[in-house]
């Protein structure tokens, strides 16, 4: 099966990309079992206002860029960890518990999987982005994806924030999931990046070796 990339400017319309449908399909499956199994209904449809705003933008804009197949797989991955969490809230999530019991960790860390997976799993579809719609020269399709994840994540985490503190204030607690550490969100932050920098890094190294081999 012929899978796109950001560097193939050719896309397979939707109509005739299997992956994209099977990928489609699974997810709104996993979301709606997520739905079903939420022990938190309120923090449930808070964790996922980004998310019907983020499918509605990518549904939005379809007819005017598509991503490649593995930005497309990508997306859906990390939507996949984030609606997972958002059915147990991050701080109760069943796979942190069971992390931490196996490596003896101090917290529940699938908040910081997450967080990781925003900068490894995003930051090459903005790539894609940057370099077939924007038409950017190539070493800006390296570098901006991870300085706009970094500023991305600052703001999620300032409007992450504002929102629980102004809006949903019982909900605060459970929706910011900092498990009394006063260094969350910064961890968070450089989590994020450090998802950026490998995913950038690893494509860059990638790309160097088939230059190479060519």
Known sequence: MFISTASNPDRIPFRKNILLKISVILFFILWASTLIGTTDLKNWMFENTLVFLFLFILALSYQSFK?????????????????????????????????????????????????????????????????????????????????????????????????????????????????????DAQKDMFMAFCGAVIIMTFFYWLKKMKRANN
């Open 67 to 183: 991503f490649s197949d593995l930005s497309y797989l990508f997306i859906v991955v990390y939507l996949c960890l984030h609606i997972y969490g958002s059915k147990y809230t991050y701080a109760e999530n069943p796979f942190g518990y069971w992390l931490k019991d196996a490596f003896h960790f101090e917290r529940n860390h699938y908040d910081r999987i997450v967080h990781f997976s925003f900068g490894f799993m995003l930051t090459y579809p903005m790539r894609d982005f940057f370099l077939n719609k924007m038409e950017f020269p190539n070493w800006v399709g390296w570098v901006l994806p991870v300085e706009i994840t970094l500023s991305f994540s600052c703001l999620y985490e300032l409007i992450e924030w504002a929102v629980a503190d102004i809006f949903f204030p019982s909900e605060g607690v459970a929706y910011l999931g900092t498990q009394g550490d006063v260094w």
